[in-house]
């Protein structure tokens, strides 16, 4: 199982973007979905999550009320609408699902996409 991770690239101040992430293979069900966050020099951080229902999402204090994280309903895939973007919210940003698949042989297990670039300049 691979997740795909698309949409970054650079956006000025006050901009928006959208990053989707697809996960391709045999999911069996998915557990949690979440996006990441790497900056220059910075340890990677949880920007925000969001539970198999759908109904329960967290975020980190620097995006809320920026930041939305939506899912598919019985689909592996998970989105981050980003809006207000600073930046400070400049880095490289990775999705993760924690899931069940063949490959796990129905196991939970950690699945991390390659990561997308996002910039925000003037």
């Known amino acids: 199982v691979q997740l795909q991770a698309s949409g970054g690239g650079l956006v000025q101040p006050g901009g928006s973007l959208r990053l989707s992430c697809v996960a391709s293979?045999?999911?069996?069900?998915?557990?949690?979905l979440a996006w990441y966050r790497q900056a220059p020099g910075k340890e990677r951080e949880r920007v925000a999550a969001?539970?198999?229902?759908?109904?329960?999402?967290n975020y980190a204090d620097s995006v809320k009320g920026r930041f939305t994280i939506s899912r598919e309903h019985a689909k592996a895939t998970v989105h981050l609408q980003m809006n207000s973007l600073k930046p400070e919210d400049t880095g490289v940003y990775y999705c993760?699902?924690?899931?069940?698949?063949?490959?796990?042989?129905?196991?939970?297990?950690?699945?991390w996409g390659q990561g997308t670039q996002v910039t925000v300049s003037s």
């Open positions: 993760y699902i924690l899931m069940r698949t063949a490959e796990s042989e129905g196991n939970l297990n950690d699945y």
């Open positions: 969001i539970t198999r229902g759908g109904d329960v999402t």
């Open positions: 293979g045999r999911v069996f069900s998915v557990n949690t």
